[in-house]
């Protein structure tokens, strides 16, 4: 009787997964979320014409997309089916509800079905790359993410490192996030002529395409690897400060501002808060965790590994580590890795103390508590960022009107820095008007003609001829 009411819970806890991820997307999708990248994308989608063809050719023809193939004639196909509804554009999300069925599948082969339910759960309201979440661009992030771990079950479970080696090159080929965990492929290879069949084929066929095919076949490719930044000694110590910061710091500062975000949080986000952490609760109460020690502690150390290679894209790029805005958007590999290493760590080291089963439960269903509200609040504040955006470029379109100003470059200044740090509805500084290329979908969705009117910030530009300044909801223009 007892394993049947759990077996119910589990099956109720995946049930209410699903739930909750339609609860989230559908938000993001009535309200219309476009921010930073997906603006530029979503103004691009009404100029698409030609064939499919030619225009996933053109598409791959970018700075952005030429090193990501795989990923980028996906998002090609999206935005090609986009371009006489924007609301198509959305799909893109799907994604990632996709990546939370093939981690709880391939995570449900190497662990209990308890424990796979709960690590697929607190990957999708962890703190870490919120952007992958909430952004149809980073579908790259999210297909990386589903071949790396197809790419492990191949390894691990099928000992098939043919598979294993496609899987992961089609990963890299989404985006670069997984590229220093080849390692853990390698270490999951037992046999060393198979060990250097795997490096060989995967890392030469991932160097072939990064240096060889993509500079030949696409003119605007761009090499993202810088490895000389790893020598800059200064460099190195930064990003090891920024990453202790962002877990020991960043990390619970972003669980505070959820918690005090549960005032403003609707009916059906106070059921699902509740009800999700009961249910793992109720899952894990009479759990056999002693008969796993083992199993968590290597467990433990293995996503431990992960975590640190991960972060070791940082010391070979010009990107930071950070829980904010729309650069944490590098962060997957350490998503993914960060939550098995909460989970095993948790457990192993409650198990280690002693600890009764439901003390871990307890635990368990705390650290639930806690992320669930904190992703919804990082989900308002998306919401809450698209329609400051919205109303930003409103009062701009009235003040332009009053002032007779029918074309030209407009710099507007609202201390954007100032405005992410003291904004209370801002979870993790959520991205909100910056950059140039974020203007002509705003100007187009608030009656600003962007053929006549460009829109940029005095920041990166300084010789603007019109300036505007937004404080206390009102636009005054200063020259």
């Known amino acids: ?39 530029a994308s979503a103004y691009g989608l009404e100029a698409i014409s030609g064939s499919y063809l030619s225009f996933v050719r053109s598409y791959l023809d970018s700075q952005t997309m030429g090193a990501r193939p795989v990923s980028g004639i996906i998002t090609a196909t999206v935005c090609f089916l986009a371009r006489n509804n924007e609301s198509v554009y959305f799909l893109g999300l799907l994604f990632f509800p996709l990546s939370l069925l093939v981690i709880y599948w391939v995570a449900r082969k190497i662990i209990s079905k308890e424990l796979a339910s709960l690590m697929t759960l607190l990957y999708s309201v962890s703190l870490i790359g919120t952007s992958i979440q909430f952004s149809t661009m980073m579908l790259n992030s999210n297909l990386a993410t589903i071949f790396f771990a197809l790419s492990i079950y191949f390894v691990y479970i099928r000992k098939n490192i043919a598979a294993s080696s496609v899987f992961f090159i089609a990963s890299v080929l989404s985006y670069e996030i997984f590229l220093p965990l080849v390692l853990l492929n390698l270490f999951l290879v037992k046999e060393n002529k198979k060990r250097l069949l795997f490096a060989v084929f995967t890392l030469g066929a991932i160097f072939i395409f990064r240096k060889v095919i993509q500079p030949a076949v696409f003119v605007h490719y761009y090499q ?32 505070y501002k959820g918690v005090i975000h549960l005032r403003k949080i609707n009916v059906l986000g106070i059921i699902m808060s509740l009800a999700i952490p009961f249910t793992v609760y109720k899952i894990f109460y009479k759990y056999d965790f002693k008969s796993q020690s083992q199993a968590l502690k290597k467990l433990s150390i293995f996503s431990l590994a992960a975590v640190i290679l991960g972060m070791s894209i940082f010391l070979f790029s010009s990107y930071i580590p950070t829980l904010f805005g729309f650069e944490n958007r590098n962060l997957g590999a350490i998503r993914l890795f960060y939550t098995l290493f909460m989970i095993s760590g948790v457990i192993w080291v409650s198990l280690k103390l002693k600890l009764q089963h439901k003390t871990i439960s307890i635990f368990l269903s705390v650290i639930t508590f806690f992320l669930v509200i904190t992703n919804i609040s990082v989900k308002d504040s998306w919401i809450y960022a698209a329609k400051f955006n919205n109303e930003l470029f409103s009062k701009l379109n009235t003040a332009l009107k009053e002032n007779n100003i029918e074309k030209g470059e407009i710099c507007l200044d609202y201390g954007v820095f100032e405005e992410l740090k003291s904004n209370p509805n801002f979870t993790l500084r ?50």
Request: with cysteine; proline share 3%.
């Open 224 to 255: 993202r690897d810088e490895v000389g930044k790893v020598l800059e000694v200064k460099r190195v110590l930064f990003v090891i400060v920024l990453s202790l910061k962002m877990f020991f710091y960043d990390f619970f500062a972003g669980i």
């Open 430 to 479: 959520e991205p909100i008007f910056y950059k140039r290329w974020e203007s002509p979908q705003l100007c187009k969705m608030n009656g600003i003609d962007p053929l006549k009117i460009q829109v940029d910030n005095p920041i990166d530009k300084k010789d603007c001829n019109i300036r505007f300044v937004y404080k206390n909801g009102k636009m005054i223009l200063t020259k």
């Open 1 to 39: 009787m007892k394993e049947k009411n759990s077996r119910n819970y589990q099956i109720l806890l995946n049930i209410l997964m699903i739930v909750y991820t339609l609860y989230i997307f559908l938000a993001i999708f009535k309200e219309k979320t476009l921010l930073t990248d997906d603006l």
